[in-house]
Structures are given as C-alpha cells and as structure tokens.
T-cell receptor
Framework: AQSVTQLDSHVSVSEGTPVLLRCNYSSSYSPSLFWYVQHPNKGLQLLLKYTSAATLVKGINGFEAEFKKSETSFHLTKPSAHMSDAAEYFCVVSAYNFNKFYFGSGTKLNVKP | EAQVTQNPRYLITVTGKKLTVTCSQNMNHEYMSWYRQDPGLGLRQIYYSMNVEVTDKGDVPEGYKVSRKEKRNFPLILESPSPNQTSLYFC?????????????FGPGTRLTVL
C-alpha cells in the first residue's frame, strides 16, 4: 500500500529565507515521488519528480528535493523564498507499474514580506 | 496550446439531478484520471483510464461513473448527486500512465450539491 504524510499543514517564512516542506511516504514497492504546486484558484503544476535515478532532484523555480530511503522522506527545499512561492504544495507517491496516485493533505506556504 | 479543459468550471445543482462534468485533452495522452479535492484531505483519485474503453477505480469511486469512448475525452458522471459530493474536481492526463509520468491537470470544476 502507498500513502503520504505531509508533516506541516501550514508553513510561514519571510521572503529571502529558506523553505522546508516535509513529506514522509509509505510504499510497498519502489516509489515514484512528486511535488506539485497549486496557486490560489489554479490547477496543479509539477515542481519535480523522483523516479529511481538521482536521489537529489532539481525542479522548477529553484526548488529541489532529496529522496532518503532510510528515512522514507522526500522533503522539498528552496534556498530563498519569493513572494510568488506562496501556494499550496502537495507531495504525491505512486509505485512502478501501478496506475494510482496518492496525494498528501497539502502544505500551505505563506511568504511574508 | 497543450491543455486539459473541464466544463463547467462551476456548477450548483440539487440532490438527485444527474450531471456530467466533461474533460478533454489535446495532447494525445493515453492516461486520464479524475480527482476530488477536499480541505485537509488533499486530492483523492476517483477513477482512471489507461486508454480507450479501459477504466478502473481509484480510492473513492462510490457515486461516480466514467466512460472513455474517445482518447481525448473522459467525462465524469454523477447519476444521483448527494451533498457529500460537493467538492472541487480535477481531471488530469499523462502520456503513458505509468508511475513516472507527469500528470497535467485541468483548471478544476467546483461542484455544489444542495
């Protein structure tokens, strides 16, 4: 079975400071892991994905995430937050040869000026 | 422009009145899927389709039907809507449907069932 836990429902940072959004996963198979972003009243957009290649994955807009199998984690980071990063972020897990996707409950990122 | 479109974007209806939410993609994708988004629960998968005439249940299929008669279209049907189906619905598509593929999402349909 697959599942995702996003450890923080809300995160607030100041502009220019680092961002850390935490995600733990559970999977009976080798997982594929994704981070999607949803801006207010918009659809979802892929930030980055891990598919069993390099464990450090770089995505769009300066975001990156590291797959840590021993910790079953896939935390999302960014060195310096911008106001435009304010949105809701979803961690997603799937498993090879399976066609289902499991979303975390989301983390709302607030960026203060 | 490559996109996933959904119609309608907003819908208010009453309990028991059948409705259909359409989804169409212009990317020749094989895989399509429907999700519902509820506060604090993230997105939950309702149904998905690997190709024409091939559909399967996601995590929350009760009360919903789908069909895939053409590759580009994947309508979501609520035969007898109930208030607990009030939600924000997203359609998504991807090229292959395997777990490594990026999904492209539509803009969402906000449904209210009174």
């Amino acid at each position: 079975a697959q599942s995702v836990t996003q450890l923080d429902s809300h995160v607030s940072v100041s502009e220019g400071t680092p961002v850390l959004l935490r995600c733990n996963y559970s999977s009976s198979y080798s997982p594929s892991l994704f981070w999607y972003v949803q801006h207010p009243n918009k659809g979802l957009q892929l930030l980055l994905k891990y598919t069993s290649a390099a464990t450090l994955v770089k995505g769009i807009n300066g975001f990156e995430a590291e797959f840590k199998k021993s910790e079953t984690s896939f935390h999302l980071t960014k060195p310096s937050a911008h106001m435009s990063d304010a949105a809701e972020y979803f961690c997603v897990v799937s498993a090879y040869n399976f066609n289902k996707f499991y979303f975390g409950s989301g983390t709302k990122l607030n960026v203060k000026p | 422009e490559a996109q996933v479109t959904q119609n309608p974007r907003y819908l208010i209806t009453v309990t028991g009145k059948k409705l259909t939410v359409t989804c169409s993609q212009n990317m020749n994708h094989e895989y399509m899927s429907w999700y519902r988004q509820d506060p604090g629960l993230g997105l939950r998968q309702i149904y998905y389709s690997m190709n024409v005439e091939v559909t399967d249940k996601g995590d929350v299929p009760e009360g919903y039907k789908v069909s895939r008669k053409e590759k580009r279209n994947f309508p979501l049907i609520l035969e007898s809507p109930s208030p607990n189906q009030t939600s924000l619905y997203f359609c998504a598509s991807s090229s292959g449907g395997i777990s490594t593929d990026t999904q492209y999402f539509g803009p969402g349909t906000r449904l209210t069932v009174l």
